[in-house]
C-alpha cells in the first residue's frame, strides 16, 4: 500500500477533502477582460502609435466585438498559465500575445476605421467597421460538411 492509499484509508489525505475544493478553479488575478486589459496588457505591452501605418490601437478598445473576442480568450489563457510559471509564459508570450497583438494592432485589423489623428480618445465613434458581408447558405448545405 502506497502513502496516498493509506492516507486515504484512515481519512487523511485527498479522498478526505470535498469535491468543491477539488474541483474549485484556482482564482483569477483579474476579475473580467477589462481590468486585464488595462491593469496588466496596457502598462505591458508597448507599440510606437505615431505611425498608424504600422500599429493601431483605440482607447475605447472594448467598443469593437472583434478585439474583446480575441482578448478574452489571451486573458484566460494568462490566468491559466501563469500559474504554471516559467516555460508556460515563454509560450504565452510566443504562442498567444504576439500572434494576437499582431492582428489587433494591424493597420488593417479591427481598428481600421478609427483615426487617432481625427477621433478623441474619449469621444463617441462616428465610423466603427462594417461586419462582414454574408449570403444566406442553401437549405441542407450544413448537413453535407
Known amino acids: 500500500m502506497d502513502e496516498n492509499e493509506y492516507?486515504?484509508?484512515?481519512?487523511?489525505?485527498?479522498?478526505?477533502?470535498?469535491?468543491?475544493?477539488?474541483?474549485?478553479?484556482?482564482?483569477?488575478?483579474?476579475?473580467?477582460?477589462?481590468?486585464?486589459?488595462?491593469?496588466?496588457?496596457?502598462?505591458?505591452?508597448?507599440?510606437?502609435?505615431?505611425?498608424?501605418?504600422?500599429?493601431?490601437?483605440?482607447?475605447?478598445?472594448w467598443r469593437y466585438p472583434e478585439v474583446v473576442m480575441r482578448l478574452e480568450p489571451l486573458w484566460i489563457s494568462w490566468e491559466k498559465m501563469r500559474l504554471e510559471g516559467g516555460p508556460s509564459m515563454v509560450v504565452f508570450y510566443r504562442d498567444y500575445l504576439d500572434p494576437m497583438m499582431r492582428v489587433i494592432l494591424d493597420p488593417l485589423g479591427p481598428f481600421h476605421t478609427y483615426k487617432p489623428n481625427k477621433t478623441k480618445s474619449d469621444g463617441p465613434r462616428e465610423v466603427m467597421p462594417e461586419p462582414l458581408p454574408h449570403t444566406d447558405m442553401p437549405p441542407g448545405l450544413m448537413e453535407l460538411l
Not at 492516507?7 to 474541483?23: C, R, T, W
Not at 473580467?32 to 505615431?50: A, I, K, Q
Open 7 to 61: 492516507l486515504n484509508s484512515v481519512g487523511e489525505g485527498p479522498a478526505d477533502s470535498s469535491a468543491e475544493e477539488l474541483s474549485a478553479e484556482p482564482e483569477t488575478v483579474y476579475a473580467n477582460v477589462g481590468e486585464w486589459v488595462t491593469d496588466w496588457l496596457l502598462p505591458s505591452y508597448s507599440r510606437p502609435l505615431e505611425d498608424v501605418t504600422r500599429f493601431r490601437w483605440d482607447p475605447q478598445w
